[in-house]
């Protein structure tokens, strides 16, 4: 709402430190943000009513201001979000994970059931994501390693405020497998935001290093809605088929969308929030 302001923060857990952002009053929602992301994540927040919600979205380990230090698996990232919740004096959150962040978010509900309201996995990931012999692995590593990514970035953002379409263009070809056409210029400009925002810092390459949480999922008692694109090419649609045949208290919801793995962008989006409005209120 208007006249809210985000209020960063880094404050030390019994864990080590970690970054957060906060707005908003009501029910809160602690969201784990994707690759390349951390606390200034804004996309993902689209949608939510600040009067009838707290977004409070951390930088995962190795994100932001956020160290990676000993907090390298998802479940030592997870016990990491629960040290700031408790910082925060809440008892339980609602758990809303994008793309990478889903592997935190299963090991937390897995392990700390109390402290887990519901669980939104969005375009998710939920087992081993990248083979160490595919070519994206191989691409992620060259370009986003902790030595590089910096420089990859500035070369991105530069890019994007040359040649915007352009940028966007070879963007969407990494999210959507629908067919490459021209593009609304208001989704062009939603995606450049984000990518403004982004720094891979030593976050990325642990994510694309971490095994899946098989033996957590099973654990996963709470509410769940699976919401993930039929048209997802950065993360196939079968992370959200092994979830739902793995998390017994699930619903999956599966897009046609334009944007495939950012569904947060396009004119097809309000679909997505109105199904995720909907299972937060039941």
Known sequence: MRGQRYAVEVVETPLGWIEYCSIGNGIPVVFLHGGHSNCNERLSLKGFDREKYQLIVPSRPGYGRTPLD????????????????????????????????????????????????????ASAVTKEWLNKNERMYRVASLMFRPAIQGYSWTLIRAMSRLFPSITAKQFYRQFSSVKPHPLEKRDR??????????????????????????????EVNCPTLII???????????????????????????????????????????????????????
Do not use: C
């Open 189 to 218: 400009h939603e995606l450049i935001a984000a990518l403004n925002r982004y720094a891979s810092n030593e976050g990325f390459m642990n994510d694309i290093n971490q095994q899946g949480v098989d033996e957590m999922i099973a």
């Open 228 to 282: 993930h694109s039929a048209h997802d090419h950065s993360v196939p649609i079968d992370h959200a088929l092994f979830a739902r045949e793995k998390i017994e208290n699930a619903r999956l919801e599966i897009l046609k969308n334009e944007w495939g793995h950012l569904f947060w962008i396009g004119s097809d989006s309000e679909e997505a929030f109105r199904k995720i409005e909907q299972f937060i209120g039941e």
């Open 70 to 121: 000993n907090n390298r698996t998802p479940l030592e990232a997870a016990a990491l979000i629960a040290g700031l919740i408790n910082y925060l004096g809440l008892e339980s959150v609602v758990l809303y994970a994008i793309s990478a962040g889903g592997l935190t978010a299963i090991a937390f509900a897995g392990s700390f059931p109390g402290m887990t309201r519901k669980l939104i996995l």
